[in-house]
Nanobody
Framework: QVQLAESGGGLVQAGDSLRLSCTDS????????VGWFRQAPGKEREFVGA????????LYADAVKGRFTVSRDVARSTVYLQMNSLKPEDTAVYYC?????????????????WGQGTQVTVSS
């Protein structure tokens, strides 16, 4: 079973940037879209952004549009989430997962292979 791995989280101040990475050691997601989700304490997991199999197709939640960018490096089998202008409300555990489709979706039901997540904490 595919399981992805997230990394790159940390503690930053409001306005800072972070880049998260999502790796697939078995190199199984080259033909699939990959999505990023986050879950804050006491809240449900929510969609953040996704990238299609070719990298040109991207989709973002309204809360992060214009601040976050999802991209992929096919050769390294890695997907990135570049987060700029971070806000305290971005504090959450961030997860990546592989879609069963090649195009993007915001529905968690089409994703699998969830990793352990990486904590992002933004102080004010």
């Amino acid at each position: 079973q595919v399981q992805l791995a997230e990394s790159g989280g940390g503690l930053v101040q409001a306005g800072d940037s972070l880049r998260l990475s999502c790796t697939d050691s078995k190199r199984t997601f080259s033909n699939n879209a990959v999505g990023w989700f986050r879950q804050a304490p006491g809240k449900e997991r929510e969609f953040v952004g996704a990238v299609g199999w070719r990298g040109a197709d991207t989709l973002y939640a309204d809360a992060v549009k214009g601040r976050f960018t999802v991209s992929r490096d096919v050769a390294r089998s890695t997907v990135y989430l570049q987060m700029n202008s971070l806000k305290p409300e971005d504090t959450a555990v961030y997860y990546c997962a592989k879609s069963r489709y090649s195009t993007t979706s915001s529905s968690s039901s089409v994703y699998s292979g969830w990793g352990q997540g990486t904590q992002v904490t933004v102080s004010s």
